[in-house]
């Protein structure tokens, strides 16, 4: 065999192995973190996944850890299922601070995801197991923090979303907060309770999106990453030292028995452009249920 055809034969026998590469690798823990490295863009995130569910007026799953039992599925992906017990909610309620919120068990949580090239595929399904029926479910889909100094952007001029005039950084938005900001895609969230108790560290903005994604890009050597979700509600970006984006999908109203699923995902590329323009090809759209507002004393609640 010549030398040519030797160097031609690696090059097909290394090419499973050229591809494999730009598949995120993911590296779950005892609870619901998740450490995210991608080969071809030599960086890596963790996420928690998810950070929150709760309705109108309680929480369901705060930030504190939960016991996930990860197993592997048979399509690749991998999987863990969780519902509060009495402890966890207790230990849950003396070391997080809900600012007046009440935090119970009641909804049954299945967690997936599933890594391919360049893109992480999340699934999040919730149940409700109570009697009563649930009113305006929402989740945090994931706290997605970069842990590679180039990706990290301290000043929100590399991380983006799509408004009505095209990719917008996050720097050029007018922002309550300067290093953090909640954008909503109907402004009557901010009137919610839950957004209003936490307006004090999220902020808010005036700069309404158009696209369920947020997305950033590296400061040297290319390279972008994005998390979005379908029906989302809201939008996060944070500069502190978490170094997060977050999408918010809202599940609606449950009743007694009822589940619904909402999916979600994690893009790797080259640019945020990119990867804007995959994300559309997805269809995930936003949500544009407006959240239940208290009434003034002596009123009913009203709905948009």
Same mark, same amino acid.
């Given at each position: 065999?010549?030398? /040519?055809?030797?160097?031609? #034969?690696? @090059?097909?026998?290394?090419?499973?192995?050229?591809?494999?590469?730009?598949?995120?690798?993911?590296?779950?823990?005892?609870?619901?973190?998740?450490?995210?490295?991608?080969? %071809?863009l030599?960086?890596?995130?963790? +996420?928690?996944?998810?950070?929150?569910?709760?309705?109108?007026?309680?929480?369901?799953?705060?930030?504190?850890?939960?016991?996930?039992? &990860?197993?592997?599925?048979p399509d $690749?992906a991998?999987?863990?299922d969780?519902?509060?017990?009495?402890e966890?909610?207790?230990?849950a309620?003396?070391k997080?601070? #809900?600012?007046?919120? @009440?935090?119970?068990?009641? +909804?049954?949580?299945?967690?997936?995801?599933?890594?391919?090239?360049?893109? +992480?595929?999340?699934?999040?399904?919730?149940?409700?197991?109570?009697?009563?029926?649930?009113?305006q479910? &929402?989740?945090? $889909?994931? *706290?997605?923090?970069?842990? /590679?100094?180039?990706?990290?952007?301290?000043?929100?001029?590399?991380?983006?979303?799509?408004?009505? *005039?095209?990719l917008?950084?996050?720097?050029?938005?007018?922002?309550?907060?300067?290093?953090?900001?909640?954008?909503?895609?109907?402004?009557?969230?901010?009137?919610?309770?839950?957004?209003?108790? &936490?307006?004090?560290?999220?902020?808010?903005?005036?700069?309404?999106?158009?696209?369920?994604?947020?997305?950033?890009?590296?400061?040297?050597?290319?390279?972008?990453?994005?998390?979005?979700y379908?029906?989302?509600?809201?939008?996060m970006?944070?500069?502190?030292?978490?170094?997060?984006?977050?999408?918010?999908?809202?599940? %609606?109203?449950?009743?007694?028995?009822?589940?619904?699923?909402?999916?979600?995902?994690?893009?790797?590329?080259?640019?945020?452009?990119? #990867?804007?323009r995959?994300?559309?090809?997805? $269809?995930?759209?936003?949500d544009?249920t407006?959240?239940? #507002?208290?009434?003034?004393? %002596?009123r009913?609640?009203?709905?948009?």
């Amino acid at each position: 065999m010549t030398a /040519s055809r030797r160097r031609l #034969l690696a @090059a097909v026998c290394l090419a499973p192995a050229l591809l494999a590469a730009d598949v995120p690798v993911l590296q779950t823990q005892s609870d619901q973190w998740v450490a995210i490295s991608h080969p %071809g863009l030599a960086a890596s995130w963790r +996420i928690q996944f998810p950070e929150a569910v709760g309705t109108s007026d309680v929480f369901h799953l705060v930030w504190h850890p939960i016991p996930a039992h &990860w197993r592997s599925e048979p399509d $690749g992906a991998i999987a863990y299922d969780w519902q509060a017990s009495g402890e966890w909610v207790r230990e849950a309620s003396e070391k997080v601070n #809900l600012r007046g919120f @009440a935090l119970k068990p009641g +909804i049954a949580l299945r967690a997936r995801m599933r890594a391919s090239s360049d893109r +992480i595929d999340l699934s999040l399904r919730l149940e409700n197991l109570g009697a009563a029926p649930l009113r305006q479910v &929402w989740s945090d $889909g994931g *706290d997605l923090q970069h842990q /590679s100094e180039r990706f990290i952007d301290r000043d929100a001029s590399r991380t983006f979303i799509r408004t009505a *005039d095209g990719l917008v950084r996050l720097s050029e938005t007018d922002r309550t907060q300067r290093i953090r900001a909640l954008y909503v895609f109907d402004p009557l969230w901010y009137q919610a309770r839950r957004v209003r108790t &936490w307006e004090y560290f999220w902020g808010r903005s005036d700069t309404r999106p158009v696209a369920a994604m947020v997305a950033a890009e590296a400061a040297g050597g290319g390279g972008a990453v994005g998390i979005g979700y379908e029906h989302a509600i809201g939008l996060m970006q944070n500069s502190d030292s978490h170094h997060c984006m977050h999408s918010a999908p809202f599940f %609606g109203d449950l009743a007694p028995g009822e589940a619904r699923v909402r999916r979600g995902v994690i893009l790797f590329g080259s640019s945020v452009a990119e #990867l804007f323009r995959r994300f559309a090809k997805l $269809g995930y759209r936003p949500d544009l249920t407006p959240p239940e #507002l208290a009434a003034p004393p %002596g009123r009913p609640a009203e709905r948009k």
